[in-house]
């Protein structure tokens, strides 16, 4: 039987726009929950600053699903940011990078959690304002860290990245996340930097970013079941 799952949003998006996804993976028997985020949460965030208060919400909505199913585990489908956060939310070290973190700040949940899909995550960045929390990421749990945790790291493969109209907002982000503009992912993220060493690393063709009307994205129809099945148990 599949575990419960629960989704990430990705940085300033709401869980509004997760509701198909979800509800294509609960007609593939998987129970999901959408961690309850509204676009204007992520505003304390912006800047760099910390992303505690996204953090708690992770945690709160894990407990309250793993209350009401009874389930002693559950799985995280990160979408972008969602991904990284994961990561620090599974961890047992402080989390205490900025001057507002003034509580412990961990959260140890690697044991409440069976597998990590992340779906477009930036994993490594080198944009000046999301490099100290990305930094502490990969400098305290680099790579598919935990053995106990399966981490399945989906990677979309739509835009190749150049500096012409069409692509150039591809070229700028990938090469602003991996340093190389020049090369394949999402639209957003480029496919070296959604991949962690030591995970389960997919490259989904056609997968663009965001789920946005009318666009082919990881959740869309024959992308979807690419993935999902490692969530199904």
Same mark, same amino acid.
């Given at each position: ?23 294509? &993976? ?39 699903v ?5 389930a ?38 690697r044991?409440?959690?069976?597998? &990590? ?6 994993? $490594? ?14 400098? $305290? ?9 399966r ?10 990245g ?7 907002l ?7 996340t ?29 997968? $663009? ?23 199904q148990?």
């Amino acid at each position: 039987m599949a575990l419960p799952t629960i989704i990430l949003p990705g940085y300033m998006a709401g869980a509004i726009a997760y509701q198909n996804l979800q509800t294509s &993976l609960q007609k593939l028997g998987i129970d999901t929950t959408i961690v309850p985020l509204r676009w204007q949460d992520w505003i304390p965030t912006l800047g760099g600053r910390s992303v505690t208060p996204i953090l708690r919400a992770i945690d709160a909505t894990v407990q309250q699903v793993l209350q009401q199913s009874g389930a002693a585990q559950v799985n995280l489908v990160g979408h972008s940011a969602g991904g990284w956060l994961a990561r620090i939310y599974l961890g047992e070290k402080p989390y205490c990078i900025h001057p507002t973190d003034t509580e412990a700040c961990v959260w140890n949940a690697r044991s409440l959690v069976n597998t &990590l899909v992340t779906l477009g995550t930036p994993h $490594t960045s080198l944009e000046r304002w999301t490099r100290r929390n990305l930094d502490f990421v990969n400098q $305290t749990y680099p790579g598919a860290f935990y053995s106990d945790v399966r981490y399945v790291c989906v990677a979309g493969k739509a835009i190749f990245g150049q500096r012409r109209p069409g692509s150039w907002l591809a070229y700028s982000s990938y090469k602003l996340t991996c340093g190389q503009g020049d090369c394949w992912g999402d639209g957003i993220t480029p496919i070296p930097a959604a991949h962690l060493e030591g995970a389960d690393n997919r490259i989904v063709e056609g997968a $663009t970013h965001s789920p946005k009307a009318g666009r082919i994205w990881y959740g869309s129809p024959g992308l979807l079941e690419q993935w999902a099945k490692e969530l199904q148990g």
